[in-house]
């Protein structure tokens, strides 16, 4: 059986070495490409569309970004259609991020797959080390329909549910059911969204 590469160890949860030259290269230009899109204007449509295809090349269509953002490594991300992120999106994909169609994410997000060692001996960069590594990862996954209100952070191995809510400031440690209410640090669930939640059942804003 091959070796793991440090790249095949890391978007598989296992202990890797993220100062191996290919995930520095892969970090590089994902770093890169995330300040080009920052020097951006929000009316260069094509110059961003360009940039995000290089960026996130596993991305739906009307993928749209407001900028700026941080995006870690990119390739592995997947995002689906018709998806909206507002200001200072942060993506730490060292490990699988999946996001759904029709998801909308506030200003500040953070989604966040990189887990480190509780011990220090076992976290700090020692050259003698035996581990084979000081960092791994766990997946985020957001469903479709989803919307994360600003300043919401998504931890390594979080699944939010279709048509989830998730309220400002939270911080998502837990997997949230789908079509849940749910806000908080760390983040529950308030209650499920339900037909009384239709939009016409509110005059006042019409």
Not at 13 to 37: E, F, I, M, W
Not at 71 to 81: E, L, S
Not at 178 to 193: E, F, M, T, Y
Not at 195 to 202: M, P, V, Y
Request: glycine content about 8%.
């Amino acid at each position: 059986m091959a070796k793991m590469t440090q790249t095949q160890r890391m978007l598989a949860g296992k202990l890797a070495d993220p100062r191996d030259p290919q995930l520095l290269k892969q970090q590089h230009l994902a770093h890169r490409l995330s300040k080009l899109y920052n020097d951006t204007f929000d009316d260069e449509h094509q110059k961003r569309h360009e940039i995000l295809n290089r960026l996130l090349p596993h991305s739906g269509d009307r993928v749209i970004f407001e900028g700026p953002i941080f995006i870690d490594y990119g390739t592995h991300t997947t995002i689906g259609d018709r998806f909206y992120a507002n200001m200072n999106v942060t993506f730490l994909d060292s490990g699988p991020i999946t996001i759904g169609n029709d998801v909308l994410l506030g200003p500040n997000v953070t989604l966040a797959t990189p887990m480190h060692p509780l011990r220090y001996q076992d976290r700090n960069f020692v050259p003698d080390s035996t581990l084979p590594g000081k960092q791994y990862t766990k997946p985020v996954v957001i469903e479709s329909n989803c919307w994360l209100a600003s300043n919401v952070v998504v931890i390594g191995g979080v699944t939010i549910g279709n048509g989830s809510v998730i309220g400002a400031g939270s911080v998502v440690t837990r997997d949230i059911p789908a079509n849940s209410l749910a806000v908080g640090n760390p983040c529950r669930v308030i209650r499920q969204i339900s037909e009384q939640d239709d939009i016409r059942r509110k005059p006042e804003l019409f």
